[in-house]
C-alpha cells in the first residue's frame, strides 16, 4: 500500500489553486484534500501538540473516506528544543488517541534538524524516544549523512524505526536520495531543491520550500518508492513543497506515476498547465464552463 498526500492543508496561499476562490459556504479544506489523496501528514503537531478536540474534528470531517490515514510530527520540543516534560508527552499522547482510536494513524514523524548528527548521545536518546512512543509506528527524518551508517540502520531496524527518505538541496554531508526501508512503514519526504533560499537565515518558511518538481525527478523518486514498498507493510510519500501549491502539483503527478491516476481541480490546473495532461476535457481551463474561466481570472 502507498499512500501519497502533502504535509499540511491549511495554507492561505492555496486558495485559488488547490482550493476554490471563493471558497463556497461550509467549505473545509480537509475534507476537500482528502477526497483527491489518500493521506496527509499533520504539520501543526510540529509546533504544539494536538488538542483531542481538534484531532476528533479531523477524525469526523475525512469519515467519507475510509481509506484515508493521517501520519503526524512528533511536537518540536522532543526534537528540536529538547525540552519536553513528561506533562508535555502526555499532551502529545492525548492528541493523538483520537486518530489511533478511528485507525486512521499510520505514523508519527521524529523529525531532526541537520545539527543532529550520529554520537553517541543522540543514539541513546533516539532509543529513548523510540521507548516513550512505542505505541505508535515511529519514522526518523534526520539530515546529516551520518546517520546512514548499516549498523545504525540495522539499529532503526531492530527498534522497528523507519527511516525517512528524504529530498532536499545537498551540501557537506546531508542525507542524499535514498530507498531504505527499516520497518513496516516506508517513509519519503519531498522538501523542495531551492538551494538558494534553503541555506538563507533571511528566508522565510514559503520561501524555503517553494519548489517544483519536474516530471524525471519526480520518476526517480517513483522509482524510490516502488523499493521501499517492496519492503514495507505501508508506505508514505509526503509532499513538502507547499509554497503556492506546488505540494499538491507533485503529489498528483506521483499518484499518476505510482498507478492512481486522479484529476486534479480545475483551479489547479489552471495555475499549473504541467497537470493538464491530467486533466479531463471539462477540467482544463481552455475548455471550462464560462463560470470556471470566471474564477480563474479573478485569481
Not at 500500500?1 to 496561499?13: E, L, N, Q, V
Request: charged fraction near 25%; hydrophobic fraction near 35%.
Amino acid at each position: 500500500m502507498i499512500r501519497i498526500g502533502t504535509a499540511g492543508w491549511k495554507y492561505r496561499d492555496w486558495a485559488g489553486r488547490v482550493y476554490p476562490k471563493p471558497k463556497p459556504r461550509g467549505f473545509d479544506e480537509l475534507s476537500y484534500l482528502a477526497g483527491f489523496f489518500s493521506m496527509v501528514e499533520i504539520n501543526s503537531s510540529f509546533y504544539g501538540p494536538p488538542r483531542p478536540n481538534a484531532a476528533r474534528g479531523w477524525v469526523e470531517r475525512i469519515a467519507h473516506r475510509p481509506e484515508f490515514w493521517f501520519t503526524a510530527k512528533l511536537w518540536r520540543g522532543f526534537t528540536h528544543g529538547r525540552n519536553a516534560t513528561q506533562a508535555d508527552e502526555k499532551l502529545f499522547k492525548e492528541g493523538m488517541d483520537p486518530l489511533m482510536t478511528a485507525g486512521r494513524l499510520g505514523a508519527v514523524l521524529l523529525q531532526f534538524p541537520w545539527s543532529f548528527k550520529n554520537e553517541q548521545e543522540n543514539r541513546v536518546y533516539v532509543r529513548r524516544l523510540g521507548e516513550k512512543f512505542a505505541e505508535y509506528p515511529l519514522v526518523l527524518e534526520v539530515r546529516h549523512s551520518s546517520w546512514t551508517d548499516p549498523a545504525w540502520l540495522d539499529s532503526l531496524a531492530e527498534m522497528n524505526i523507519g527511516f525517512c527518505n528524504i529530498d532536499q538541496p545537498l551540501f557537506h554531508r546531508s542525507v542524499a536520495p535514498s530507498a531504505r526501508s527499516t520497518a513496516k512503514v516506508g517513509y519519503v519526504r519531498l522538501h523542495g531543491r531551492n538551494y538558494k533560499q534553503w541555506f538563507s537565515a533571511q528566508a522565510n518558511v514559503r520561501e524555503r520550500y517553494d519548489y517544483l518538481y519536474t516530471a524525471n525527478e519526480l520518476e526517480r523518486w517513483a522509482d524510490r518508492t516502488r523499493v521501499v514498498a517492496e519492503d514495507s507493510e505501508e508506505t508514505y510519500v509526503v509532499t513538502n513543497n507547499h509554497n503556492l501549491g506546488k505540494a499538491a502539483v507533485n503529489a498528483f503527478e506521483l499518484c499518476a506515476l505510482l498507478g492512481r491516476r486522479v484529476e486534479p481541480p480545475p483551479q489547479l490546473v489552471a495555475a499549473y498547465p504541467e497537470l493538464q495532461e491530467l486533466a479531463s476535457e471539462k477540467t482544463k481551463p481552455e475548455l471550462a464552463s464560462e463560470e470556471t474561466k470566471s474564477l480563474f481570472s479573478k485569481q
